[in-house]
């Protein structure tokens, strides 16, 4: 599999725009994947740089319901009219940050676009195709993220704390491989592998995708508690690949706990696993 990255809050150069969101392009053997499209149309004018066709893309996941992930949809329907999107049934669903100066932003997706008939509907195990899968309802064993807090839903018009049960996880498996990717682990990345285990009865070989260990919203998590995570991490003997909500100070300590067991992913990189 080849992955690479159209948007990432960082870049490997100049040559690469980045913004607050996260777009990966997936090419398996048979299948060119988009997962998640960045806040704008940023992503496609990487992927141009990059050398990916986005017309070309078979199919679209989109992890959960946040503009960061999602704002790029309208411009991916422009380019690409044959793809199936794939978005969990709650993520149209109003979501809303409570930022440092204490304003409500709407930080959910266009509503506009749900009508769309490249839309595709899912919730808990839904199967792609063969050997590729999303899944959500994941069990909150441990705590949500820190950085969750000041993260809103908007039900029966009362503001609720957001519970992701909006976000999924994509599963693909190949050659031998499972690689699992995650957007931004609201649900908390050691949540997510538990459940994932729970699925496929063992760890995945590679996982990618944000922790959501920073926030502008909820701050940052304990430095004790990445500690515990990049313990976890590394007792399931997989290789990571984080970005976006991570941070770069918890991807840091992270590493400084898991060596070269994780990677970071900056817009314009590219790795084959």
């Not at 999303?134 to 519970?163: A, H, Y």
């Not at 994509?170 to 908390?188: F, M, P, R, Y």
Request: include cysteine.
């Amino acid at each position: 599999m080849i992955i690479k990255t159209l948007v990432e809050n960082t870049s490997i150069s100049k040559d690469f725009g980045n913004e607050h969101g996260l777009s990966l392009y997936i090419e398996t053997n048979a299948l060119k994947i988009l997962f998640d499209v960045g806040a704008s149309e940023l992503f496609l004018k990487n992927a141009e740089k990059l050398g990916v066709n986005i017309t070309d893309v078979d199919f679209l996941v989109i992890s959960h319901g946040h503009y960061d992930h999602g704002g790029g949809l309208k411009t991916f329907f422009k380019e690409n009219t044959k793809a199936e999107v794939y978005l969990h049934h709650l993520a149209f669903e109003k979501h809303y940050a409570i930022r440092p100066n204490d304003k409500l932003d709407f930080i959910g997706l266009d509503d506009e676009l749900k009508q769309n008939k490249q839309i595709a509907l899912t919730s808990d195990q839904f199967y792609i195709s063969n050997g590729i899968q999303v899944f959500s309802n994941v069990v909150q064993r441990e705590t949500q993220p820190k950085s969750n807090r000041g993260l809103l839903t908007e039900q029966n018009e009362r503001m609720i704390d957001d519970t992701f049960a909006h976000e999924q996880n994509l599963i693909i498996e190949e050659d031998g491989k499972t690689l699992l990717v995650t957007g931004c682990a609201h649900n908390g990345i050691i949540n997510i592998l538990e459940h994932f285990q729970e699925i496929k009865g063992r760890m995945p070989d590679y996982v990618i995708g944000g922790f959501h260990l920073s926030s502008r919203s909820g701050g940052n998590e304990d430095s004790d508690m990445i500690d515990r995570i990049g313990k976890y991490l590394m007792a399931t003997k997989a290789k990571f690949y984080t970005c976006h909500c991570t941070g770069i100070e918890a991807y840091e300590r992270l590493r400084s706990v898991m060596g070269d067991n994780i990677d970071y992913l900056s817009t314009g990189s590219e790795i084959t696993i």
